[in-house]
Structure formats: C-alpha cells, structure tokens
C-alpha cells in the first residue's frame, strides 16, 4: 500500500506548457486516429449505440475540460454528467468538436473511509447524445489490458490520443505529490511487455476501459490521475469499481418516487370518500 506517493499530477495546472498525450515510451508514438478492432481486440463491439447511430466507442466520450487551471481531460458519463480528476476541476467541456457549458453549482467529489477521491463530477449543458456508459463495479486484475485516453499533443492539448498497457498493481491507496487527495487507484508500469504506452502531462481525468468477456461490454474502469517519478514513468489511475456505487446515485437519472406501501391501503379509501360525498370534490366554475 502506498498512501503516499511522490509523483508528478497529469493536469495542466502544474505544468502546461508540457501537456502531452498518452505516449509510447520507445519511440514518442502518439495515436491520434480512433482506434479500432485492429488495433485494441473487440474495440469495435460491445457498446451501447445511440439512435441512429453505429460506430460509437469509448473514444466518442472522452473530451477536455478548460477550466481556471489550464485544460486537461475529461470523460461524459450520460445524463448531462461529466468525471474528470477532483485536481482538474470543473470547465467548459468540449466533446466532439461541441462545447458544453458547466450547469453551475453542479459539481460533486467523492470521499469514503480513506478521505476525499481524486474525482470531480459535474453536470454539462445541453446533453450530448450518447446513452450512459457502463461504469465498472469490479476492479481490474494484474494482467488485465487496459485502453488508455486522454488528450494531448507535445504541448497542446489538440488531439485525443489512445494507448494500451497492462495492470501490474491494484487496490492501491494514493495520494499524488502535493494534494491531499487519497484515492484507491489501479497501476501500470513500462517496460513489462513491447509496444506499451503510459500517461504524461495532461491527461488527467481521460478515461480506461477493460473489456469484461467475449461477450461482455466494455466498461470504464479509471480515470488518468497521476505518473511516477521513474522514466518512463509508471501510470496510476483511479479505481472506479471503488466508487461505482456513490458515482451511479449521482449521475443516475432521478425517477417518480415510489408510493410507500401503506400508500396503496390508503388511497382505495379516500378514493371511496371522495365518490360518496364524504370529501370535496374540485369543482371548476364558469
């Protein structure tokens, strides 16, 4: 367990002027085109596709988030619900080339028993549309691969770019160098298998997706947090599963209050009264 870890933040707000995008450490590679089957196995299936539409994947809802600090990234979740890293903050959140302005006072963190996450959710306005994306509620294992996105372009936060890695520690408590966030985060280290990409600054907040079965969805496992101090550097992402439960109370759509049980013993009655007289009726009067 490391509850203290001195690593670098992947938001602009330390360092813009070096924002980059998830990178292959052996020849600086970024991919800037969507990926597909080829490239990540079973990329191209299992995912919710909106009306009328097809070819949608997790790379359609990965976007930026400008705020007072700089820009960095951020991941829609569906409903009007934006996560992003509690250290990037709110701002303006542009998905597709659209930008959606912060419903003001919307923005939520998260905290359990170890303290407050490094997670920020916040409401957009208007609504993309994109059906809600499948949050995982089980965490990755050692071995897993994990789809890496997030946004960035030596320099520029212009292009987003995708890489793969695989999970070599989870279940870790983090707190990145100069926060107090603590944070239950999954783990991926270079250098273990060829052709491996890792984070670098201004990423935080991009989204992870596992792929659960051969049949299964994809589902969001973390969000970009932090990098090593080694080069290339080790990768840390927060661990969603942790948080699934508080995360799906708030961004899950609020339904019609269900009626309490006794509800359906009183309502015959009055009803009944109603009919016979016993209570007023509404009347309309010309």
């Not at 339904?255 to 007289?277: K, T, Y």
Request: hydrophobic share 35%; net charge negative; glycine share 14%.
């Amino acid at each position: 367990m490391k509850a203290s870890l001195l690593c670098l933040i992947l938001g602009l707000v330390l360092c813009r002027e070096e924002a980059q995008a998830v990178e292959n450490g052996s020849n600086s590679t970024l991919n800037t085109t969507a990926p597909t089957s080829s490239d990540i196995p079973n990329w191209d299936t299992g995912w919710t596709q909106p009306a009328g539409q097809t070819g949608v994947t997790g790379w359609n809802y990965v976007g930026t988030v400008a705020g007072g600090g700089g820009t960095a990234s951020g991941v829609y979740l569906g409903n009007n619900w934006v996560l992003t890293a509690g250290h990037v903050g709110t701002g303006t959140f542009t998905l597709g080339g659209t930008a959606y302005s912060v419903v003001p006072g919307s923005a939520r963190s998260i905290s359990n028993s170890n303290g407050t996450a490094d997670i920020c959710l916040f409401q957009i306005t208007p609504a993309p549309n994109l059906p809600a994306l499948n949050i995982a509620t089980l965490g990755p294992s050692v071995g897993d691969s994990v789809a890496m996105l997030g946004y960035g372009d030596r320099g520029s936060i212009t292009h987003e770019t995708w890489g793969l890695n695989k999970v070599t520690q989870v279940n870790e408590l983090i707190t990145p160098s100069g926060y107090s966030y603590v944070s239950t985060d999954f783990e991926t280290a270079y250098g273990v298998d060829s052709n491996e990409y890792y984070l670098v600054l201004g990423d935080s907040g991009g989204g992870d997706f596992v792929y659960n079965s051969p049949n299964g969805p994809w589902q969001l496992t973390g969000i970009n947090e932090a990098v090593g101090s080694n080069n290339p550097p080790d990768s840390y992402f927060v661990e969603l599963s942790t948080y699934a439960t508080q995360i799906d109370a708030i961004v899950s759509p609020q339904g019609v209050p269900a009626m309490p049980a006794w509800g359906w013993v009183v309502l015959p009655v009055l009803i009944l009264l109603v009919v016979s007289g016993y209570l007023p009726k509404n009347r309309i009067r010309s």
